[in-house]
């Protein structure tokens, strides 16, 4: 072919792809897609972490996903599976600690006491505990960096379910355990428990009581019981929201699960929402967790 004179030549660089290098370039969303920043997250391999989003089972930021190609930004958006949170944020870190008596919840003692930094020094990040136990009480503790999740679990007003166990000087009767959970008055305020129950039969002088309340007031296991004649001897704190201490011995610390970290995250999500019942949330969360953590597809 001859170029006319004063002609510009009509190049064909159409690519393999039929498209031209020099058109534009369709949009790319910011971010990694959800499969991949799912199975990051150890919820499941890549491929069951698309059938999860196919089967219309994933959410982010509240809205459904049913298209695996979906980005996402780790850092700001929220992922969750059945309702149930899914921790994308890796800086985070959530330990459980069975505090044995003796010991203070606090990171530095003023008066030297066996403080909380035995068990936080001997990892990376800067660790806090939520909440307090005395240092006569024993049991779970939470140790984090969470801020946010901090405080949902320890402020009053979010009203977290702690469940304790005690053992108290007397027969504690079936009257003694209604008081408890009408209520009693103390010097400041009215207090009742959720629930009250004996656990086994009175020996040697002594019951063993499970309590379970909202409360975060110092101390107030004991002053409730001790309110209704009945002093406490020995105290553990078995749960703390959906959290449960388990089989963990005193003085031991472990990283939460999978199941535990999504049932929290569930709980702060629903408390930053307004939700007025952030132990139902985690409660319905740690149920669809359970479900999950259950099925082969989704490694523990």
Do not use: W
């Amino acid at each position: 072919m001859t170029e006319a004179p004063g002609s510009t030549m009509s190049v064909d660089a159409t690519g393999a792809d039929g498209t031209s290098p020099d058109a534009p370039v369709p949009h790319q969303p910011a971010g990694e897609r959800l499969q991949k920043v799912m199975a990051a997250a150890g919820v499941a391999s890549r491929r069951v972490c698309e059938e999860y989003i196919a089967q219309g089972r994933v959410t982010v930021n509240g809205e459904l996903v049913v298209e695996p190609g979906r980005r996402v930004d780790p850092e700001v958006d929220e992922v969750a599976l059945d309702g149930v949170a899914i921790q994308l944020d890796t800086s985070k870190r959530y330990i459980m600690l069975n505090k044995p008596t003796g010991v203070v919840s606090t990171m530095k003692d003023e008066n030297g006491r066996p403080d909380l930094r035995q068990y936080t020094n001997r990892y990376d990040e800067r660790l806090y505990n939520v909440g307090r136990l005395d240092a006569e009480t024993s049991g779970l503790l939470l140790l984090t960096n969470d801020g946010e999740l901090a405080n949902v679990l320890a402020h009053p007003r979010f009203g977290v379910e702690k469940t304790y166990i005690a053992k108290v000087r007397g027969a504690v009767t079936a009257p003694v355990l209604r008081t408890l959970k009408e209520g009693i008055e103390l010097d400041d305020g009215p207090i009742a428990a959720d629930a009250a129950r004996m656990l086994g039969n009175p020996v040697g002088g002594h019951s063993m009581v499970e309590l379970t309340l909202h409360s975060g007031r110092n101390r107030i296991v004991r002053r409730m019981l001790a309110a209704v004649g009945h002093p406490v001897v020995e105290l553990v704190r078995r749960s703390f929201g959906p959290l449960h201490l388990g089989t963990l011995a005193a003085g031991q610390v472990r990283d939460l699960s999978k199941v535990e970290r999504g049932a929290l995250l569930t709980l702060s999500r629903a408390a930053r929402e307004g939700s007025a019942t952030t132990d139902a949330a985690a409660a319905e969360a740690r149920s669809h967790a359970d479900t999950l953590d259950s099925n082969p597809g989704a490694p523990s």
